[in-house]
C-alpha cells in the first residue's frame, strides 16, 4: 500500500464527504422535525448547479471578472434562489399533505423529484453543460519524486472549509437562536410546541429554506471544481446524501456531516486499492453493516414513542 496513494485517497475521500454532508443536513432536518424523507432534494442540488452556471454568465456579461467576487456573488445568488425552491416545494407538494398518511408526503416528493428532472430537462437541455474553471492551481505535499506527491487544488481546500463553515453557523443557529430552539422544540414534540405558541408551519418551512441553502452551497462548490453536470446528477448523488444521513443517524445534525465523512472516505480509499466500478456495492453494504450493528446510526438516538 503506497503511503502517496493513501493520503490522496483520504484528501479526495474528504472533499467528497464534505459534498454529502452539506446535502445530507436536508434529509436529516426535514426528517427530524416531520418525520419524511424529502426524495426531491438531491434534484434541489441540481437545480444550484444550473443556478451557477446561468448566475456566472450573468454576472460575467455584466462585466465583473474578479474570481473571488465572481464566486462569492454567484454562491449567494445560487443559495438565495434555491431556497426559494425549497420553500416553494414545501408550500405546494408538502404543506397540503402535513396531516395526510404517511404515505402520501412520500409520493408526492417522489413526484416532485420527476417533475424538477423533467422542469430542467426541457428548459435547458438533456445534453451535460458545464462552466469555466475559476478555481486554478494545487498544493503537493509529502513530494518525494515527480510520481510520488500528495495533490490538493484549492478547489478542494474550498469545499472542505467552505462545508466546516456552513455547518458551523448552522449548529451555532440551532443551539443559540430562537428559532433554533423552537426547531429542537418541534423536533421533539411537534403537537406540544404548537401548544405552547411556536408557529410550527413557519419552522418547517425555514427548515426546507436552510437544507435547500446547504445544498446550494454545495451544489456550487462542486460545479466550480467538476465544471460539468446535467439534469440528472441530482438522483445519484441525493441517493448517497441519503444514505449519509442514515449512516450518521438520521435527525442529528452532526451525524449528517459524520456520516457524509464517513462514506466518502469508504469509497475513496475503496476505489483507489480494490475497484471502482464497486465503490457504490461498498458504500450500500457499509450502510446495511452499520443499521445491523447499529440501526439508530452511529450518532442517532433509539426513537422512543411518545404516549
Not at 79 to 103: D, N, Q, V
Not at 258 to 266: D, H, K, N, R
Request: glycine letters at 10%.
Amino acid at each position: 500500500m503506497s503511503f502517496h496513494i493513501l493520503v490522496q485517497q483520504v484528501v479526495n475521500g474528504l472533499v467528497l464527504g464534505s459534498v454529502y454532508g452539506l446535502i445530507a443536513v436536508g434529509y436529516t432536518m426535514v426528517y427530524g422535525i416531520i418525520g419524511m424523507i424529502n426524495f426531491a432534494h438531491g434534484d434541489v442540488y441540481m437545480i444550484a448547479a444550473y443556478l451557477t452556471a446561468i448566475f456566472l454568465a450573468a454576472l460575467t456579461l455584466l462585466g465583473i471578472q474578479s474570481p473571488p467576487l465572481l464566486i462569492l456573488l454567484v454562491l449567494l445568488l445560487t443559495m438565495a434562489f434555491t431556497a426559494l425552491y425549497g420553500w416553494s416545494m414545501e408550500r405546494i407538494a408538502y404543506k397540503p399533505l402535513r396531516h395526510s398518511t404517511r404515505l402520501a408526503p412520500l409520493i408526492s416528493a417522489i413526484g416532485m423529484s420527476l417533475i424538477l428532472q423533467n422542469y430542467v430537462r426541457l428548459s435547458q437541455g438533456a445534453r451535460s453543460q458545464g462552466t469555466p474553471t475559476l478555481i486554478q492551481g494545487s498544493v503537493r505535499l509529502f513530494e518525494n519524486g515527480p510520481d510520488q506527491f500528495v495533490q490538493i487544488t484549492y478547489a478542494q481546500i474550498l469545499i472542505v472549509v467552505t462545508a466546516v463553515i456552513g455547518m458551523s453557523l448552522l449548529w451555532y443557529w440551532i443551539q443559540s437562536t430562537a428559532m433554533g430552539r423552537a426547531c429542537r422544540a418541534v423536533q421533539q414534540d411537534r403537537i406540544m410546541a404548537a401548544l405552547l405558541g411556536v408557529d410550527t408551519d413557519r419552522v418547517i418551512s425555514v427548515v426546507f429554506v436552510l437544507g435547500a441553502s446547504m445544498a446550494a452551497v454545495a451544489g456550487t462548490l462542486v460545479t466550480f471544481n467538476y465544471g460539468s453536470f446535467d439534469f440528472f446528477i441530482g438522483f445519484v448523488i441525493g441517493i448517497k446524501a441519503f444514505t449519509a444521513a442514515v449512516l450518521g443517524g438520521i435527525g442529528s445534525l452532526p451525524g449528517a456531516m459524520l456520516g457524509g465523512l464517513v462514506l466518502g472516505l469508504a469509497e475513496s480509499i475503496f476505489s483507489g486499492f480494490v475497484n471502482t466500478d464497486y465503490k457504490d456495492v461498498f458504500a450500500f453494504s457499509l450502510l446495511v453493516g452499520v443499521l445491523i450493528f447499529r440501526p439508530s446510526g452511529l450518532l442517532g438516538r433509539p426513537e422512543v414513542e411518545k404516549v
